[in-house]
């Protein structure tokens, strides 16, 4: 038989003549069959009943597939009625200590279902300064205490620069519980914890506000200024008994540590908070 290869490449008419000496001499479809692939499919079990069914078994009806597990439900956005909610316990703590509890006990904040800790405070409530930071991060959550990662080691020097510790300080954030993946909080998120933050403040009642970062500042201080602009002047926190506090907007510890050319910044307005506090004595 002639080679059917010709300069390496099969000779079509060749081949036709190989398959019908081979006996395959008619088409079986319009279109070729890749039998590998074929091969290549899971098979299907052979059935191992008969196709003919009585008519009683026809009209079975097939068993229903078990339903898989209803995933659990999600935790509820915050809306109006967990602000007024929040609003109405805030306002029933009199005490930092009935504060604590009440929002241990609150569940209208789906962060809460996501963080290992409620990170009230650190320091002392009965300090002259109060800082607030935004929300707490990895370290926070897991001691429930804030400011206690690389950025409260910064915190905790900047400080000790002007005298103070955190036993003549007292530490709390905006946000009580740690958003996942320390994303940014939502403007539900936030507004849900405004009220536990604002009698926070109303109840420690310091000398002199600390706002650590642009969220912080722009909720407390009720403004819609940048960071950069708001940081070294002085401002006021009023809370809601109408209670005026100095307050100094400066830069947060976690930025001054991805930018540490700032840290004079954040120097200059430490430098006006001791002022401020050798002032009000």
Known sequence: MTSIMRHGQPDPRELLAFYADAGADEALAEEPVNRFAQAAAPTRAPET?????????QSTPARAATPAPRPAAPAAVPDEAQAALAR?????????????????????????????????????????????????GRDEDLEGLPFVGRSGQLLDRMLAAIGLDRKSAYIANVIPWRPPGNRTPTPHETEIC?????????LANPKVLVTLGGPSAKLLLNTTDGILRLRGNWRTHQTKAGVTIPAMPTLHPAY?????????????????????????G
């Open 49 to 57: 009943e008969p196709r003919q069914r009585s008519n009683a078994a």
């Open 194 to 202: 405004r009220p536990f933050i604002e009698r926070q403040i109303e």
């Open 88 to 136: 109405e316990l805030a306002a029933q703590a009199g005490t930092l200590e009935e504060l604590r509890k009440q929002m241990a006990a609150f569940d209208g904040c789906n962060l809460k279902f996501t963080a290992k800790n409620l990170v009230f405070a650190d320091g002392n409530p009965e300090a002259e300064v109060m800082l607030v930071g935004e929300a707490p």
């Open 256 to 280: 001054l540590l991805r930018n540490p050319a700032h840290k004079k910044l954040a120097w200059r307005d430490f430098l006006e908070i001791k002022a401020r506090l050798a002032q009000l």
